[in-house]
């Protein structure tokens, strides 16, 4: 199942909003028929930075609920610095 989540911010350093699916014809089909693409809201979810390299990923979709630590995977040093 793909998910998409247009996060808005609340207050500093925390984004939440609406958890969706869509579904309609192949993105590949000929015509491609817009009118038939049908969205769905399934939940929400909830951003919540700590700093430049960590976040808190909480989530509520179709009745479960979950919460994940995220971690910016650092590809070359320094990294992130928040100012």
Request: proline residues 5%.
């Amino acid at each position: 199942m793909w998910l998409a989540f247009v996060a808005n911010r609340t207050s500093p350093g925390v984004y939440a909003g609406d958890v969706f699916t869509t579904s309609g014809p192949a993105f590949d089909a000929v015509p491609f028929n817009s009118a038939n693409v049908v969205e769905a809201t399934v939940g929400t979810a909830t951003l919540s930075f700590v700093d430049g390299n960590n976040a808190a990923f909480a989530y509520s979709v179709n009745g479960v609920s979950q919460s994940k630590a995220i971690t910016r995977q650092v590809f070359a040093s320094p990294g992130t610095v928040c100012h």
